[in-house]
């Protein structure tokens, strides 16, 4: 799903910027995008993933510290085992 939004917003951003229809089509093509965004079910989208990220940072940041101290450990127990 990421990998298709990201394809058809890097097509509208092609065409526009290599568009020769000029100023307006792409003042067109800004209000439609504008109506897009603004609406109620890609904002509710929107609010959703906030949610989810909000939720999940702790998790994540819990994750990362835990995997960074295993990674330390471990570096430092083979460390120790070479220079004996």
């Known amino acids: 799903m990421r990998g298709k939004l990201?394809?058809?917003a890097g097509a509208a951003l092609g065409y526009v910027l290599g568009s020769r229809a000029g100023?307006?089509?792409?003042?067109?093509?800004k209000t439609v995008s504008g109506k897009v965004?603004?609406?109620d079910g890609v904002q509710k989208?929107?609010?959703?993933?906030?949610?989810?990220?909000?939720?999940?940072?702790?998790?994540?940041?819990?994750f990362i510290g835990e995997t960074t101290k295993k990674a330390v450990r471990?570096?430092?127990q083979k460390k120790d085992t070479t220079t004996s």
């Open 37 to 39: 965004w603004n609406s």
């Open 74 to 76: 471990k570096v430092g």
């Open 6 to 8: 990201l394809f058809v």
């Open 23 to 29: 100023r307006a089509r792409y003042e067109q093509i």
């Open 45 to 62: 989208g929107v609010h959703v993933a906030e949610d989810f990220i909000a939720d999940k940072t702790p998790d994540v940041a819990d």
